[in-house]
């Protein structure tokens, strides 16, 4: 395990400060175990994301891959989805993980078809002005989504709306009596980018319901939204950090219909719902709210993922149910609480670079780790079919007893289940050698004696060849050394 000094520095290196040219994102935090391991694989030596440690195997996980997006520099950055063994199913290279780096990658739905969305950009301290892609299912780009009226978007949030239009935030210095950081939230027509609805938090939330001090010689990030969802009835649950409330914005005025925490709580909160420094706030089906409540923003109190009972009516907010960190620490920034299909939590807990799922009843079902100091801000449970438009490589090593080995993969094909091994003196005189179930995101196999080339095909669940690499020819033997 990292000792406090290596993790430090570590943290020092990532997150430079902003005057370096670089900005600090993630707070320090509690050590959550070893350093990021870089994956390495034979067929794709460009892609090094994070090894992920899946420390409680799933048993009893809802259906989908788990979507992270880590950042940092002990492992390749980058959109990243893996399988319940922690396997990558695809990974997409982001930034730097310092000065540039992705966030807030998860799959959503765009003119009634899947989608994969994220934002990438350049971080400031606690947020960011970037842009966000949208891919189809082959991974190709399709749009990005730009803010407009001369502000960049932040990588807190994108939500595409039933409409076709995506609601994000963004991050205003505005100079009052000293310089304010503001909260903006715009819904804009993807296909278009206009601008249909912007809301300005300095209009409806005041400066004194911040819960952070006034800083010296910088902007007062005093509310600092993290997410954004849309009720029902069109109006908007936002979630503030900073002043350690919820509000339900109403969508044809901007006013604040109420406040759920905080200062100013329209609310009367359970001690046991009690939250602070929170992310992720969602209305669920069933009524109740979910938010990631990370407690704090110093080591200390546990982080929860909570489930709170509001009754509008009474005005009062009690615990439902809560699914703490299985190791009991504190994440002191980002994170996110997912309600599963069928009633399990996925929980992605920011700072401590690792993901957990509970049942209904708090048991751990699966708790994956990647790596102290590379944290991703959410980390997401989703169903999702990738077809991706590259074909699958192909990679040709010599092997210890003189026939090679050849290596297969396919980045973010999710359909295949099986490799075809060809192999012959040609490239054009290529033959099936042996068939070979798929084992994770690089498959091996031996070929049955020494050949000149091969390639490989992608077998579906029904023996169906769904792609095929191009040739690959063995290595040149070394001359033996006479010297």
């Known amino acids: 395990m990292a000792g406090p000094v290596v993790v430090l520095a ?67 950055g980058g959109p990243l989805i893996v399988d319940d063994t922690g396997q990558p199913v695809w990974s997409q290279p982001v930034g730097d993980g310092v000065g540039q780096f992705g966030m807030d990658f998860k799959a959503q739905q765009y003119q009634g078809k899947p989608v994969l969305t994220w934002w990438q950009g350049r971080p400031h301290p606690g947020y960011g002005s970037g842009e966000y892609v949208i891919t189809d299912q082959s991974y190709k780009q399709i749009a990005t989504v730009r803010m407009g009226n001369n502000l960049q978007a932040d990588l807190h949030e994108l939500v595409i709306t039933p409409r076709d239009t995506a609601l994000v935030m963004a991050y205003n210095t505005v100079q009052l009596d000293r310089p304010v950081t503001e909260g903006v939230i715009q819904e804009i027509d993807i296909a278009t980018g206009k601008v249909l609805f912007e809301w300005h938090s300095l209009d409806h939330v005041g400066l004194d319901e911040s819960t952070v001090p006034v ?173 991706p438009s590259e074909p699958p490589v192909a990679a040709l090593q010599p092997g210890a007893d003189g026939a090679p080995t050849v290596y297969a993969s396919w980045n973010g094909a999710t359909e295949v289940r099986g490799w075809r091994v060809l192999a012959g003196p040609a490239a054009d005189q290529l033959r099936p050698v042996a068939d070979v179930p798929r084992s994770g995101f690089e498959t091996a196999a031996a070929l049955p004696a020494p050949e000149a080339f091969a390639a490989v095909e992608a077998l579906d669940a029904g023996g169906n060849v769904i792609g095929r690499s191009a040739p690959v020819q063995a290595p040149a033997a070394v001359p033996a050394f006479a010297g």
């Open 10 to 76: 570590a943290l020092a290196l990532l997150f430079a400060s902003a005057t370096a040219g670089s900005a600090q994102f993630m707070d320090e935090g509690e050590s959550s175990g070893a350093p990021p391991r870089p994956s390495h694989f034979v067929t794709r030596p460009d892609l090094t994301p994070p090894v992920v440690d899946v420390e409680t195997p799933a048993n009893g996980t809802a259906p989908g891959y788990v979507f992270l997006a880590p950042y940092g520099r002990g492992a390749q």
């Open 215 to 387: 800083p010296e010689g910088k902007p007062h990030d005093y509310v600092h939204l993290n997410s954004i969802q849309e009720t029902a009835e069109g109006d908007l649950l936002v979630s503030a950090r900073h002043t350690n409330a919820l509000y339900l914005v109403d969508r044809e005025t901007g006013a604040v219909q109420w406040r759920l925490g905080g200062k100013r709580s329209d609310f009367q909160v359970a001690p046991e719902a009690a939250f602070a420094w929170q992310h992720d706030a969602r209305w669920q089906p069933d009524g109740t709210v979910t938010l990631f409540d990370n407690a704090s923003d110093r080591p200390g109190p546990v982080s929860r993922a909570l489930a709170l009972g509001v009754d509008q009516q009474a005005r009062k907010v009690s615990l439902v149910k809560a699914f703490p960190h299985p190791k009991a620490t504190t994440s002191v920034s980002q994170s996110s609480h997912q309600v599963l299909p069928g009633g399990n939590h996925f929980v992605g807990w920011g700072s401590q670079s690792n993901f957990t799922e509970f049942d209904a009843e708090g048991n751990v079902v699966m708790h994956g780790e990647f790596g102290d100091g590379m944290p991703s801000y959410r980390a997401f449970r989703l169903p999702w079919v990738g077809t």
